[in-house]
């Protein structure tokens, strides 16, 4: 059981929007940074957004981040097929003294 | 380009020891914190433990405090796991990571291709 808390999956059309949530605790996601990655099965994860909102060069503007308490969201517009993928928020837990993930969500561009 | 490779990944008995080695280029290797992290199959990431710049601070995850060691190179850049009293469920592909900071914040900017470790007799 993930200490971070992510839907196992969600869906939609191509050229729509989805956002992906990531519930955590105050010793997590309220004290430090999020960061969210993409990993496509069978390949190594792939850095996304950093410090909950930025966006490492190669990134394309259709992915954002956002935080609020507890809580972190991934957004995606304007979805293509190749953005079919797992993706799994990520942050350092104060209490535990340790790097958390979520458990990962599947995303399906229908 | 920034690379990292990771070896050392075999098939290995429950309660055997095996050591992963992480070879780093392309970046200044002593500038950052580096962290391992695996991935049983069908499952997903697992951060296992990290270490930053100075190998000052090293931190576990609890289901491998004690039996796993962390260490680095910075004359070599390169990375290493101690894994130690290995069992069944330590079995996952490890990934080699670069941290964006030196101070281990966890925001993982590279990840290698990883390396395969099977526990079973």
């Known amino acids: 059981q993930s200490v971070l808390t992510q839907p196992p999956s969600v869906s939609a059309a191509p050229g729509q929007k989805v956002t992906i949530s990531c519930s955590g605790s105050s010793s997590n996601i309220g004290k430090n940074y999020v960061s969210w990655y993409q990993q496509v099965p069978g390949t190594a994860p792939k850095f996304l957004i950093y410090d909950n909102n930025k966006r490492p060069s190669g990134t394309p503007d259709r992915f954002s981040g956002s935080k609020s308490g507890t809580s972190a969201t991934l957004g995606i517009t304007g979805l293509q097929t190749g953005d079919e993928a797992d993706y799994y928020c990520g942050t350092w837990d104060s209490s535990l003294s340790a790097v958390v993930f979520g458990g990962g969500t599947k995303l399906t561009v229908l | 380009e920034l690379q990292l490779v990771e070896s050392g990944g075999v098939l290995v008995q429950p309660g055997r020891s095996l050591r992963l080695s992480c070879a780093a280029s392309?970046?200044?290797?002593?500038?950052?914190?580096m962290h391992w992290v695996r991935q049983a199959p069908g499952k997903g990431l697992e951060w296992v433990s990290g270490i930053n710049w100075t190998s000052g601070r090293r931190q576990y995850a609890d289901s491998v405090k004690g039996r796993f060691t962390i260490s680095r190179d910075n004359a070599k850049n390169s990375l290493y796991l101690q894994m130690n009293s290995l069992r069944a469920e330590d079995t996952a592909l490890y990934y080699c990571a670069k941290d964006i900071y030196g101070g281990a914040s966890g925001e993982i900017d590279s990840w290698g291709q990883g390396t395969l470790v099977t526990v079973s007799s």
């Open positions: 392309g970046f200044t290797f002593d500038d950052y914190a």
